[in-house]
């Protein structure tokens, strides 16, 4: 009986491997508008419109896209024909915004800015004759009728992980309302309680009411009386969140005081300011990755509120008898 031949059973022959294609080298360097932010030119926003402008030019070359990238050590990058040097130095200060005073750089309108806290007389005070500021920007928001703890800086990424609610970074105020909340009103605070989003004006001009439920907040009472002062510490920063959260009980707010910022803790007199150090800069940082810190448990007299004053006593005249 004959055999078969057996057949050898070899490999299918590769397939020659497909070309990879190019990776593309990701661009290099900064955005144009961080550039001139970190220069202290002006912010990312006012920055973006000075590109569009045409008044940067890279390297002899005018730009107007704002998604060019730049390395400052490389390139050389002009505004309106004046060369950056890179950088400036980041600083960090705590200020005691009054009450009168608007959170922001410039207002149309001429009321007094936290900006004119820290004008170059002031300046000279704290850091020297031969100093100067750079650029500061403010983190957050106190609004007019607010006073207390103000962080200023031109250290724009530490100020967005700051002001992302995500973050939790604990801010305390002291609160003080018009007439007497009962236990069960500031139970609904202390739980979360549904107010307005945004803008009191954007809500009343569109006629629709957007909601939103705040997240559980610390609240304690620190001076009873018709008028009391609550101690409250919120990880949300909304739009005149305070007023709204005790409107919504039924009590105005009259006064906010801010005392404490992540680690900080409210030390300077109103109208005051004074430079971070390295110890509390390096705390905001921690606050903003979300990790816990430590606070004075001494409150420092501007965190303090002030004893009451006591009523002054009536004087009584007795009228003498004439002498006859």
């Known amino acids: 009986m004959s055999k078969s031949p ?32 970190q220069a202290g030119i002006a912010s990312r926003r006012a920055a973006e419109q000075i590109i569009l402008e ?23 990058v002009r505004v309106d024909g004046k060369l950056l040097h890179g950088p400036e130095p980041t600083k960090y200060f705590m200020v005691n915004k009054p009450r009168g005073y608007v959170t922001t750089l410039d207002d149309p309108e001429h009321r007094p800015t936290v900006m004119q806290l820290l004008g170059q007389d002031r300046q000279k005070k704290q850091i020297g004759e031969h100093s100067k500021l750079p650029r500061l920007y403010p983190v957050g928001r106190l609004d007019y009728l607010s006073e207390g703890l103000l962080l200023m800086t031109n250290d724009g990424d530490l100020a967005n992980k700051l002001s992302k609610a995500a973050t ?53 009472q620190v001076r009873s009386g018709e008028n009391p002062w609550y101690s409250v510490t919120l990880i949300e920063g909304r739009n005149r969140q305070l007023r709204k959260m005790f409107e919504e009980i039924g009590h105005h707010v009259e006064k906010i005081r801010r005392i404490g910022y992540g680690a900080l803790t409210l030390d300077v007199p109103p ?15 921690r606050a903003a990755a979300g990790k816990k810190v430590e606070r004075k448990k001494v409150l420092p007299e501007a965190a303090q509120l002030k004893k009451p004053v006591p009523p002054r006593k009536k004087k009584f005249n007795i009228a003498r008898k004439p002498s006859r």
């Open 6 to 37: 057996i057949k050898a059973v070899g490999k299918a022959p590769a397939k020659p491997a497909a070309a990879k294609a190019p990776q593309k080298e990701a661009p290099k360097g900064d955005r144009l508008q961080k550039i001139l932010a």
């Open 54 to 76: 045409g008044r940067v030019q890279v390297n002899g070359q005018t730009i107007t896209e704002l998604g060019t990238r730049a390395e400052i050590g490389r390139d050389h």
């Open 168 to 220: 939790g970074v604990l801010k305390t105020y002291l609160v003080k309302v018009s007439g007497a909340p009962t236990d069960a009103a500031i139970g609904q605070l202390r739980s979360g309680i549904m107010i307005d989003r945004g803008r009191l004006a954007d809500t009343r001009s569109s006629g629709r009411r957007d909601r939103v439920l705040t997240q559980p907040a610390q609240i304690e």
């Open 271 to 285: 109208g005051g300011f004074r430079e971070l150090t390295q110890g509390e800069v390096q705390a905001l940082n």
